[in-house]
């Protein structure tokens, strides 16, 4: 523990933390594990003897910090050889101890302010464990094991040990059932269905579904316009639907803020981003002293982090360009084989781009996160949440290159020019039917994203991993015979059942919850710059979504490890990345309003400048709706604004009390209540000690001189 860490127990506080009493919590279908640990080691090679000693030292390493924080593991063999699983759990005592050591840290930084309870003095940091949620009993453990060991943890992480190859925490079964047969029968997910997600799975993951059906409900508006200008045959690229858009976009974003303030006042996380956690990854180049805290930490001059994260762009970039050559590459084909190829097998080259787009663009992506993920690690991030940050920035940057590029290069570039390139396609002897290239390509082209890319989407996240459950536990039954004969032939009968189970979740990859936000964050790009396009976007978004939250439920309860619960106050960087998104679309839908308006002539050479000037209206027309709709908001308090400020005032009252408890009243002898001034202070010993005038007298005298 810290050398100046706050002592609870302490005779001169102890009117201040009153005494609980240790209640087991409730186990569920784990077993009472909390948490596995995949320790992985080499056991071909040369040199097996030091291969051998090497592992046992590392497990002695690893079961050392796991004793040394409290905790209790087993050891049992994996599946494959070479491997071992280490099961971990955290008996009442230590988790009690741990749970009122995060409840003070949590009063400290304000996050959990509304506990303060003026009836019950012993609400504010003693919560029984019983009380505790799975999600919060398993963060609280996981922090215990992986929080550096100057902050009272295990300091284990599998970037730091050598053969941990991951930490998981095992499903629950029952919620897991009950969660999809529930779901598969609503259609509208409340805050009810909310908050057991969050009490399963921690914030992190219910703020993602929180938004999910936020923004589910909030297409209906566009979707409704959509619809009405599709059946009405009304021109899309009009002034007033580019203009409801925008405002639409930026009123989204401003009530999801409202709405996710509400939840983590609700789920009491606010504020809790203010606890930063050290990455034990980050090492630094010397151990000193924090001039605060008076603690060792890792320290790495400025200089030398500022200059690997500026070294770090030019690699991004690079992945960026070499992205961007393979959507340009699959684009072009895709465009010359469905807009001018008539010659031989026509009709099957006609899908061969829609196969490249399944086979390398996903591909490509994934090899590209990985090469970020890298530099990402590289930059010596001190705390998760500047990692988090910074990641989430490198990806959205693929993801926004393989999703917008092709429909930017064709609204700005091919549309315009395109016309110019036939008369080379005749000098090449490529037989077109073409005459003109105009906004149907464009339009075209959405559809082909939208409709096509969320139909993959979902068959590869869904129905692929389908497939693989029904197909993998065959060949694997096939190619070891002799491991399921042993596995068969286990006298324990629980045990096997329950260790089929864990080696069942530990072949599942972990969830990636980057995956499914991008996803929707790049969505919510196609709505809001590329509505006028196709007004029927968001009406299939809306379908996409429903089905969506549904699938997700599923992917995380079968397909997936269970994610770690980690604490969050909201979807943290992708609100960034969906107001980029916004002002974006203020030059977007201004841009093809002119483009593409019957009355002008997008081959002048005035068109240029004229469709500059309209996107900086259209710029400026978004910086005054956006300051507009916040002060709107701003002028109308929330009902988290309220308890916010209710729940401060209760908690200065609560503290008040406390602090004066014990104190004697004790009443006050006026003949001792008398003043004393110094000898020196001549002008004071004087004024009290004349004598004092009848009050009553002189406002007599007053009137009597009228």
């Known amino acids: 523990m810290a050398e100046h860490a706050i002592q609870p127990n302490s005779a001169e ?34 040199e097996r003897d030091r291969l051998e000693s090497n592992a046992q030292n590392q497990l002695d390493i690893l079961a050392d910090k796991i004793t040394r924080v409290g905790l209790k593991y087993q050891v049992q063999p994996g599946k494959a050889n070479g491997t071992l699983l280490v099961l971990v759990a955290c008996p009442p005592a230590t988790l009690q101890a741990q749970l009122k050591r995060e409840r003070i840290r949590d009063f400290l930084l304000g996050v959990r302010v509304n506990d303060s309870n003026e009836e019950d003095e012993g609400d504010m940091f003693m919560s029984d464990i019983k009380d505790l949620t799975e999600a919060e009993r398993l963060r609280i453990v996981y922090e215990l094991l992986t929080d550096p060991e100057s902050e009272g943890g295990a300091g284990i992480a599998p970037e730091v040990d050598a053969f941990v190859d991951s930490i998981m925490p095992l499903q629950n079964d029952d919620f897991n059932k009950e969660w999809i047969k529930t779901w598969s029968k609503k259609s509208y997910i409340n805050d009810q269905d ?36 599709t059946l009405f045959h009304a021109r899309t690229l009009s002034i007033w639907y580019s203009l409801a858009m925008l405002v639409w976009s930026v009123l989204f974003i401003e009530m999801w803020k409202r709405r996710e303030q509400s939840l983590a006042l609700r789920w009491d996380v606010r504020n809790c981003s203010k606890h930063e956690r050290r990455r034990l990854e980050f090492q630094g180049d010397r151990m000193v002293r924090d001039p605060v805290t008076g603690e060792e930490e890792p320290y790495s001059p400025a200089w030398k982090i500022f200059v690997r994260r500026a070294m770090s762009i030019p690699g991004v970039a690079l992945g960026a ?76 940057v693929a993801n926004f290159l393989v999703a917008y590029l092709s429909l930017f290069f064709i609204g700005w570039i091919y549309i315009p020019f395109g016309d110019h390139v036939l008369p080379y396609l005749s000098d090449l002897n490529i037989s077109h039917s073409h005459t003109k290239v105009d906004f149907q390509r464009l339009r075209a082209q959405l559809v082909y994203f939208i409709v096509t890319g969320q139909i993959i989407g979902f068959a590869t996240e869904m129905l692929l991993p389908y497939a693989m459950n029904l197909v993998m536990p065959k060949v694997k039954k096939m190619t070891h015979k002799d491991e399921s004969a042993a596995a068969a032939n286990d006298d324990n009968e629980i045990q096997a059942k329950f260790m089929k189970k864990v080696y069942k979740e530990v072949d599942l990859p972990e969830y990636n919850i980057y995956t499914d936000y991008v996803e929707m964050v790049i969505q919510f790009g196609y709505v809001s710059m590329f509505s006028t396009v196709w007004p029927l976007t968001s009406l299939c978004c809306m379908i996409n979504n429903w089905v969506e939250l549904r699938g997700d439920a599923v992917k995380i309860c079968k397909y997936t490890r269970r994610p770690v619960p980690l604490r969050s106050e909201g979807v943290g960087p992708w609100i960034g990345n969906m107001e980029t998104l916004t002002w974006l679309s203020s030059i977007t839908m201004a841009s093809f309003a002119y483009l593409f308006h019957p009355s002008t002539d997008i081959h002048s050479p005035y068109t240029p400048i004229f469709t500059i000037l309209a996107i900086l209206l259209s710029e400026h027309l978004y910086v005054l709706i956006r300051l507009g709709v916040r002060s709107a908001l701003n002028a109308v308090p929330s009902w988290s604004d309220i308890m916010i400020r209710k729940g401060e005032l209760r908690m200065k009252k609560v503290w008040l009390q406390r602090l004066m408890a014990g104190q004697d009243q004790k009443s006050i002898d ?35 001189v009228q």
């Open 194 to 229: 909310l908050t057991r997600i969050r009490d399963q799975f921690g914030e992190k993951i219910a703020f993602y579904f929180a938004f999910v059906q936020y923004y589910l409900v909030w297409l209906s508006a566009p979707t409704i316009i959509g619809v009405l200008i």
């Open 13 to 46: 506080y102890a009117h201040l933390f009153p005494p609980s009493t240790l209640t087991p919590v409730p186990q569920h279908s784990t077993a009472g594990v909390d948490y596995v640990i995949v320790f992985k080691f080499p056991v071909k090679g040369k």
């Open 670 to 704: 006026p003949s001792d209540n008398n003043l004393q001034f110094d000898k020196h202070n001549v002008s004071a010993n004087v004024i009290w000690s004349a004598k004092e005038n009848d009050a009553h007298q002189v406002i007599q005298n007053a009137f009597k």
């Open 321 to 396: 360009f070499l992205l961007s050559i393979i959507v340009a590459f699959v684009f072009v084909a895709q465009l010359f084989l469905h807009e001018y190829y008539t010659g031989p097998f026509h009709q099957v080259l006609h899908y061969a781009p829609t196969i490249g787009y399944v086979l390398f663009i996903p591909t490509m992506s994934g090899i590209y996160s990985s090469w970020v993920k890298i530099l990402n690690n590289w930059e010596m991030h001190k705390t998760e949440s500047s990692w988090e940050y910074n990641y989430t920035r490198k990806i959205f």
